[in-house]
């Protein structure tokens, strides 16, 4: 489950321990640009017992591959071994318009990133890194003092194979995914189209990935609502405002990572149309553009046997880890029930 903290932390948190109660595997707490990730999870991992934390998503920017590393070996001392990191490359608009970073090599610092952590988890031998984006330790000729040395991680962490998951969304970027995480966070996934948008990059990676990391784990599925149309159809459109800020607002025109996607799932007219009302600050209209059927197939919203239907399309097409944001009346209600379908 995606957690919400619009309606504060101590509420979001009871509602992950209500929802644990009846079959909540997995929480996973956003980041964006907001409160950070990571403080969240070290109160969860206070106030749970069972349910796996995940970081969704910390950037790969913003901190080095090694505080990414020290953070989720504190977090899974915390939770008993609960930590699930989840990394992505976010975009420009974030990375440099909020972090002040450059955005350049994703697809390569983000398996940096990866090959980093695993190392000092490991902790075989002290840390030294000599790739395309980080050396470590930082050589002079790279502007470093000459006194930096190799080191090890002080103590040895709760795991040292902590799961890493990662939101990606290129096709490069999904290829690497599939080779080298235990697990794929992608941002939109449509079951009746995923195979033709991302089928190749998912094969080319699944080709060099190393069997001990085991099956590829994907999550998905978005807003749950049960109920008959008229019911439902309202709490289905509490995603249109999100849905129209990623496609239409985060980026440029041709340079919007959201927006390509939806191009390629076949809405080509309607992302533009969606961009250019955006960016011109037209957002209600922009949201009112977003296609009904798109918010449909982004969630899942209706009466028992549809929900049902579209829970086996997601298991068909490779999804092990059902990933909704309940809403309605009684969301544990309604998470014990689905759980009892699973």
């Known amino acids: 489950m995606q957690l919400t903290l619009g309606q504060g932390f101590a509420k979001a948190a009871q509602l992950a321990v209500d929802l644990e109660k009846v079959g909540l595997d997995v929480v996973w707490v956003p980041e964006a640009y907001g409160p950070d990730a990571p403080s969240f999870m070290g109160y969860l991992a206070a106030r749970t017992e069972k349910v796996e934390i995940g970081a969704g998503i910390v950037n790969i920017y913003s901190r080095t591959p090694t ?25 420009p608009p974030v990375i440099e318009g909020f972090h002040g970073m450059r955005y350049d090599k994703p697809v390569t610092r983000t398996r940096e990133t990866i090959e980093i952590c695993r190392s000092v988890w490991a902790r075989e031998e002290p840390l030294v890194h ?28 709760r795991r040292s194979n902590i799961p890493i998951w990662v939101a990606s969304m290129g096709d490069r970027n999904v290829a690497m995914t599939a080779e080298v995480a235990e697990g794929w966070l992608p ?31 994907i999550a998905a599925g978005g807003i749950l609502a049960l109920g008959e149309e008229h019911e439902v159809a309202p709490l289905r459109e509490l995603g249109r405002a999100a849905a129209a800020l990623y496609i239409g607002g985060m980026g440029a025109r041709g340079k919007n990572f959201y927006n390509d996607l939806v191009c ?4 080509e007219k309607e992302a533009k149309e969606i961009q250019d009302l955006y960016l011109d600050g037209k957002k209600e209209e922009a949201a009112a553009k977003v296609p009904i059927d798109f918010m449909e197939a982004m969630s899942l919203c209706g009466p028992e046997g549809y929900l049902k239907d579209r829970i086996a399309s997601y298991k068909e097409t490779g999804v092990t880890q059902l990933n909704i944001s309940p809403v309605g009346p009684d969301p544990v209600a309604l998470i014990e029930k689905v759980c009892s379908w699973l």
Do not use: H, N
């Open 264 to 267: 390629r799932y076949g809405y």
């Open 187 to 217: 941002a939109w996934f449509l079951p009746d189209k995923v195979g033709d948008v991302f089928g190749p990059a998912l094969k080319e990676g699944m080709a060099k990935r190393d069997p001990k990391l085991g099956p590829l784990q």
């Open 130 to 157: 000599d790739g395309a984006v980080y050396q470590i330790p930082l050589p002079e000729v790279l502007g470093g003092t000459g006194l930096g040395k190799p080191l090890k991680l002080i103590g040895r962490p």
């Open 67 to 91: 505080l990414l590393a020290m953070t989720a070996v504190g977090i899974d001392a915390l939770s008993d071994g609960r930590c699930i990191l989840g990394l992505g490359a976010s975009g």
